[in-house]
C-alpha cells in the first residue's frame, strides 16, 4: 500500500487540538429513567457482518449490539449516555469502527470486537456530522464521511488506526458558493485499496433541486482523480462493493419508490435486485447516509440488508429476501423529565420588558417605555413611575438641563413623529412637520438640537420581518423647538446615534461605529467590534449587536448575545478602523453581565455604565466596572425595579351561546346540535341543549345559530414573525389573523427578540386582541457561549426571573455535552426546554434521551419505527413536527399553496396586508402529488400520539391563523381522527 504512505506524507493534516480536560466525565448528564423493553425491530438501522461471516454487528438507539448470523437474541456491546452507531468490522475481523459522542463531541473512534479497547481516531472539539466509516482492505486506515454545518457537503477523511490528526481525501469547494459544493458520502474501498466509491451531488443539503440528484463517483487515491461511474436520471447513491470487487450494488429509485440495483463491474450488465427497500433520505439532511447501510455477504452471493425496521438476507440469484429474526434487550438510561406545570398568571399584567430606559442627567430618574406609554421613575427605593405619555409614546431622550424629553410615536394608519413634553409632564410639543418612521431622537450636547433616525412609513408597513434591524436610513437634525429637518447623513442600518464630548456624531451600523460631523459630511468607520456568529450554519464572526462609545472616545460598551462588555478602544493604525474580535481581543475586554442585558447606555457623561434586563434597570460606576473582579459587575451593580401595572382584561357576568353545533374535544358523539354554552367570569361552565340549562337571572343570550362552537386551538410552534419590533404596533395583524382562525392559544418558539412580551402583556390587559400569546424569549443560539452548567443557569435565570417564561428555546447551542449542561440547568431552574433537529435523526433521539421537553419539526427519516416511536411517547419529549415546513420531505405548504389558493380566501385577504400575501405565494415548487410524501411525516407522528406520546400542532408562522387550519388538515391526511 504504498500509496497510501505517498497521500499521508504529501497531504495536509486536518488539525487535532487537544482533547477535552474532562474527557472522562464529558458526559455530565445522569439518567433518572429507563427506556426498557425487546425490540425486534429498529429505525435506520447500520448493520455489518464480520469477515467469517458469523456475527452481526448494528446500532440501535444510540447502543451497539452483536447478533449471531443466523438471528436471535442480540447481546449489547457498547451502551451507557453516549450515543454510538455505524460499527463496521476491521478486515481481519477484530475490531470495529463506530461513531461516538462520549468526549462530548462526535468523533470516529475503534474498539476491539468485545467491546473493550476504545481508542478515539478524530478529535473534534466543537459539532461535527460524521457517517458511515468504512476500513482500507489492509485494515490500516478508517475513511468517513464528515462535514460541519458552515459546510454542509460532506468530505472523506481518512485516519490511521494507529494515531495521527488524519488526511483530507476529498474538498467541498467554492466557500463562497453553497449550491456548488461537492458531497463526498458513504464511501467503501476497492479490494485492492487504490479506489474509494462514493455517492456525489452538487450543492449543500438544502440546494433545491429536483430529486433524484445523486450519483456513484470513484476516487483514484493514487493520482486524486475522481471520475462519475454511475449517473442516471433515476439517481444512484449508497454503494456497496463486493469482496472481489466484481459487483457494485446502489440504491436507485423507480418511479417514487427506492430499490437497490447490481451492477457487473466487468461486463457493465446493471439490473434490478430489490424492489421496493425503504424509502431514501434525498429529501432530508442526509446526516445518517442516504439509506440504512446494506453490504455484501462474505461469499458474496448475498446481501445483509436492514429494511422496514428488520434485518434481512438478500439472495443476489434470485432476489428472494430472507428474515433474520432478532431481539434487543433495550435499557436506555433518559435524562430527567423537564416538564412542570406551569400555572397562568392571574391579578394585575405586570410588564415583563421595558424599553429604552434613560437616566436622567442629574442621576435621580429614570425615563422608560413601558407597552406604548411613556414613564418617570425616581431612582430612590420604593418609588413609582408616573406615567407621562398614555400611549404611543417610545424611546425617550433627556435634554442636557434634565428639563425635557423627546420621544417617537408611530402608529400603522398615521406613521410617526417626533416630541417633546417638560419632564416633570403637560402637553406635548410635535417637533417634526411630515409623518414618516422616526426612531431613537437624542438632544445634541448643547440642548438646541435634536438628532434622530428617519426612514419610510409606507416600506415599513411593507417589510415582511424586522428581525433584522437594518433599512435605508436618514439621520436628520432640526431645532430642538420644532421646524424643517435637516439630513446629516444616510446610512443603511444606523442606529444607536450619539455623541463625543467634541461634539461629534457617532451612530451604529452594520459596518461598524461611525463618526460624523453633526452639521453633515461623509461619516467614517471608527471602530468595528466582532463577534461569533448567531448559529453554526454562520459561524461568523460578525457584527455585535450594539456598541456605543464613551463621551472620550476610550471605551466601548458592547452588546452581544443580550450580554454587556465593556472595551478599551485601540489607537488608530492606518486608514482601516480598528477592529476587535470578543473571541480574541486586542485590547482589554471586562464582561459585566453574566444573567444579561436588553438595553444599554452611557450616563454621566461616561462616569456610568446603565442596562435593563427585564423590568429591572442597573447602573455601575465605570471605574467599578473597569476594576470588578471576573463575573462580578453584574451583582455590584445597583438594581431598581421599574413596576409598571395594568389591570388584567378578565371578562365577568355571564353569557349563553345558543343554539351552534357543538364539536367535543374528545369522546361521545361527533357533534351536539342546537347546544347551550354557558360561560361565567371566562369560564365555561355547563353545556347542555338549548335550553336545558338553568342560567343566572342577569345572563345574556346570544343567538349563535348555524355556527359551529369547537375547542380553541393550541398552536405550539407559532411564530409572529411579521410583529413590528422596537417601537410597536398595538393591535398587529398577526394576532387577530389566529384569532380570527380559531388559534386561541400559541406558544412562539423563537421570536429573536424580546418584543414579543410586550404584545403578550398588551393582550394580557386586553388592549388588543389575540391569542394567548405564550413564547420562549429569543433562542439560545451557539453564541450563548454554554461552556458549563453555570453558563446555563445563568442564562436560564434571565428568562425565568426577569421575562417569567419557564419555556425556553435551545437551537443546536452547540456539542452534546453543551446539551446536557441546558437540560441539567432547566431541571435545577424548572424550566422547559424545547429544540428542534435541524434534519439530523442523531440531534433528534438525543434531544429525547437527554430529557428536552420539546423537538421542533420532523424527523427527516420515514416510516418510524417501533424504536423511535417508543423513545417519544416514553422519555415524554413533545413532538411538533411543522408539516408545512417538515424536514424529509418536500414541504407541504407548497401543495397547500398551490392548490389551496390562499390568495382567494376572504378571511385571509380581510386580516392579512396584500404586500404580505404576495410575498407568501412566491417561490413556491409545484411537485406532483405522486412525489409528495409529507403524508408519512404526519403519519410517524399519529403513530407517536397513538402510542401515548405528545404530539403538538404547530404552524411555524408561514400563514398566519390560516396555516394552523392547514396542519391540522396534513395531520388528517396522516391518519389522524379525533
Same mark, same amino acid.
Given at each position: ?69 443466523? +438471528? ?6 457498547? =451502551?451507557?449516555? $453516549?450515543?454510538?452507531?455505524? %460499527?463496521?468490522? #476491521? !478486515? *481481519? /475481523? ?22 473493550? +479497547? ?6 473534534? =472539539?466543537?459539532? $461535527?456530522?460524521?457517517?458511515? %466509516?468504512?476500513? #482500507? !482492505? *489492509? /485494515? ?22 494507529? +494515531? ?815
Amino acid at each position: 500500500m504504498r500509496f497510501f504512505a505517498v497521500l499521508l506524507l504529501g497531504a495536509a493534516l486536518f488539525a487535532a487540538p487537544t482533547l477535552h480536560a474532562q474527557q472522562k466525565d464529558a458526559l455530565t448528564l445522569k439518567p433518572t429513567r429507563t427506556l426498557e423493553y425487546a425490540a425486534r425491530e429498529g429505525s435506520w438501522m447500520q448493520p455489518d457482518i464480520s469477515p467469517d461471516g458469523r456475527t452481526i454487528l448494528f446500532d440501535l438507539l444510540g447502543d451497539i449490539y452483536a447478533l449471531d448470523a443466523a +438471528g436471535g437474541t442480540a447481546r449489547p456491546l457498547l =451502551t451507557g449516555m $453516549a450515543f454510538e452507531r455505524n %460499527p463496521v468490522f #476491521s !478486515p *481481519d /475481523g477484530t475490531q470495529f469502527a463506530f461513531l461516538s459522542d462520549r468526549s462530548g463531541d462526535t468523533n470516529l473512534w475503534i474498539a476491539n470486537v468485545d467491546g473493550t +479497547g476504545l481508542k478515539q481516531l478524530s478529535h473534534d =472539539t466543537s459539532v $461535527a456530522i460524521y457517517t458511515s %466509516p468504512t476500513w #482500507s !482492505p *489492509d /485494515g490500516r486506515f478508517v475513511t468517513v464521511s464528515r462535514t460541519v454545518h458552515a459546510i454542509l457537503a460532506f468530505e472523506l477523511f481518512m485516519y490511521d488506526r494507529n +494515531g495521527g490528526s488524519g488526511v483530507q481525501i476529498t474538498k467541498a469547494g467554492s466557500p463562497e458558493n453553497w449550491d456548488t459544493r461537492m458531497n463526498a458520502l458513504g464511501a467503501v474501498a476497492s479490494p485492492d485499496g487504490r479506489y474509494l466509491y462514493y455517492s456525489t451531488k452538487r450543492g449543500h443539503t438544502w440546494t433545491e433541486n429536483d430529486l433524484p440528484n445523486w450519483s456513484i463517483a470513484r476516487r483514484d487515491l493514487k493520482t486524486g482523480q475522481d471520475e462519475t461511474i454511475i449517473e442516471s436520471a433515476d439517481g444512484a447513491m449508497r454503494p456497496a462493493l463486493s469482496h472481489n470487487g466484481r459487483l457494485l450494488a446502489y440504491a436507485s429509485r423507480k418511479g417514487m419508490q427506492t430499490g437497490l440495483r447490481l451492477r457487473n463491474m466487468q461486463t457493465g450488465e446493471d439490473r434490478w435486485i430489490a424492489l421496493p427497500i425503504d424509502r431514501d433520505g434525498q429529501d432530508g439532511g442526509y446526516y445518517a447516509d442516504l439509506l440504512p447501510r446494506f453490504t455484501f455477504m462474505p461469499d458474496d452471493k448475498a446481501l445483509l440488508m436492514s429494511v422496514g425496521g428488520k434485518f434481512k438476507r438478500l439472495d443476489i440469484a434470485s432476489g428472494t429476501m430472507a428474515d433474520i429474526p432478532f431481539t434487543a434487550p433495550v435499557k436506555l438510561g433518559l435524562g430527567p423529565l423537564t416538564r412542570v406545570r406551569q400555572k397562568e398568571e392571574e391579578g394585575p399584567v405586570r410588564v415583563r420588558v421595558i424599553q429604552a430606559p434613560r437616566q436622567s442627567p442629574d442621576g435621580k430618574s429614570v425615563a422608560f417605555t413601558a407597552l406604548g406609554g411613556l414613564y418617570i421613575q425616581s431612582l430612590t427605593p420604593g418609588a413609582t413611575p408616573k406615567k407621562l405619555v398614555a400611549q404611543d409614546a417610545f424611546q425617550p431622550a433627556w435634554s442636557p438641563d434634565g428639563k425635557s424629553i423627546v420621544y417617537v410615536s408611530w402608529t400603522a394608519k398615521g406613521g410617526g413623529h417626533i416630541w417633546r413634553i417638560p419632564a416633570g409632564g403637560g402637553r406635548p410639543k410635535r417637533l417634526t412637520q411630515f409623518a414618516a418612521f422616526y426612531t431613537q431622537p437624542i438632544f445634541a450636547p448643547d440642548g438646541k438640537t435634536v438628532v434622530a433616525l428617519r426612514a419610510n412609513h409606507h416600506d415599513r408597513l411593507r417589510t415582511m420581518s424586522e428581525i433584522d434591524p437594518s433599512r435605508p436610513t436618514d439621520i436628520i437634525r432640526m431645532d430642538a423647538q420644532g421646524g424643517p429637518a435637516t439630513l446629516v447623513t444616510h446610512a443603511m442600518g444606523a442606529r444607536l446615534p450619539h455623541f463625543a464630548r467634541d461634539g461629534r456624531l457617532f451612530f451604529y451600523s452594520p459596518a461598524g461605529v461611525s463618526a460624523v460631523p453633526i452639521t453633515g459630511d461623509d461619516p467614517h468607520v471608527a471602530l468595528r467590534v466582532l463577534a461569533p456568529g448567531l448559529g453554526q450554519y454562520f459561524p461568523g464572526p460578525a457584527p455585535v449587536d450594539e456598541v456605543r462609545l464613551s463621551p472620550d472616545g476610550k471605551q466601548a460598551l458592547v452588546k452581544s448575545f443580550s450580554q454587556i462588555y465593556l472595551l478599551a478602544v485601540p489607537p488608530a493604525n492606518g486608514s482601516a478602523p480598528p477592529t476587535i474580535d470578543l473571541s480574541a481581543p486586542i485590547v482589554a475586554k471586562a464582561k459585566l453581565t453574566r444573567i444579561g442585558a436588553d438595553f444599554t447606555d452611557w450616563a454621566d457623561d461616561g462616569a456610568t455604565i446603565t442596562w435593563s434586563v427585564g423590568s429591572t434597570f442597573r447602573r455601575l460606576s465605570t471605574a467599578q466596572a473597569l476594576t470588578a473582579p471576573v463575573q462580578a459587575a453584574e451583582a455590584l451593580a445597583q438594581s431598581v425595579a421599574l413596576h409598571v401595572e395594568l389591570p388584567r382584561d378578565v371578562p365577568r357576568g355571564n353569557l349563553v351561546l345558543r343554539g351552534a353545533t357543538v364539536i367535543p374535544m374528545a369522546g361521545g358523539p361527533d357533534a351536539l346540535e342546537n347546544t347551550d354554552i354557558l360561560i361565567t367570569n371566562n369560564r365555561i361552565v355547563a353545556i347542555g341543549p338549548a335550553g336545558s340549562i338553568a342560567l343566572p337571572a342577569d345572563t345574556s343570550v346570544r343567538d349563535v345559530r348555524g355556527k359551529y362552537i369547537v375547542p380553541g386551538f393550541i398552536d405550539t410552534h407559532a411564530h409572529w414573525f411579521e410583529i413590528r419590533r422596537g417601537i410597536h404596533d398595538q393591535g398587529h395583524w398577526n394576532f387577530a389573523a389566529n384569532l380570527a382562525y380559531g388559534v386561541t392559544s400559541a406558544l412562539d418558539v423563537q421570536p429573536f427578540t424580546t418584543d414579543v412580551f410586550a404584545y403578550q402583556d398588551m393582550i394580557d390587559a386586553g388592549m388588543m386582541h389575540g391569542p394567548r400569546a405564550w413564547s420562549t424569549g429569543p433562542g439560545v443560539f451557539v453564541n450563548a457561549e454554554i461552556h458549563s452548567k453555570q453558563d446555563a443557569l445563568d442564562i436560564l435565570t434571565r428568562y425565568r426571573d426577569h421575562y417569567r417564561t419557564r419555556n425556553i428555546k435551545s437551537y443546536m447551542i452547540g456539542d452534546r455535552a453543551q446539551r446536557q449542561y441546558m437540560v441539567e440547568a432547566a431541571k435545577d431552574l424548572g424550566m422547559m426546554p424545547t429544540t428542534e433537529g435541524a434534519s439530523d435523526m442523531v440531534l433528534n433521539l438525543t434531544h429525547a434521551i437527554d430529557g428536552f421537553s420539546g423537538n421542533e419539526h420532523s424527523i427527516p427519516i420515514s416510516p418510524l419505527r417501533e424504536d423511535i416511536v417508543r423513545l417519544f411517547a416514553q422519555s415524554r419529549t413533545s413532538y411538533t413536527p411543522t408539516i408545512m415546513v417538515a424536514y424529509g420531505t418536500t414541504p407541504a405548504l407548497f401543495d397547500f399553496i398551490i392548490n389551496r389558493r390562499p390568495q382567494d380566501d376572504p378571511k385571509f385577504r380581510h386580516f392579512v396586508p396584500s404586500g404580505i400575501i404576495s410575498e407568501k405565494l412566491r417561490n413556491r415548487r409545484w411537485m406532483p402529488p405522486e412525489a409528495q410524501s409529507w403524508q408519512q411525516i404526519a403519519a410517524d407522528a399519529v403513530a407517536i400520539q397513538r402510542a401515548g406520546g405528545l404530539v403538538g400542532i404547530g404552524s411555524h408562522g408561514e400563514m398566519q391563523g390560516l396555516g394552523y387550519q392547514w396542519e391540522m388538515q396534513a395531520f388528517a391526511a396522516g391518519g389522524l381522527r379525533r
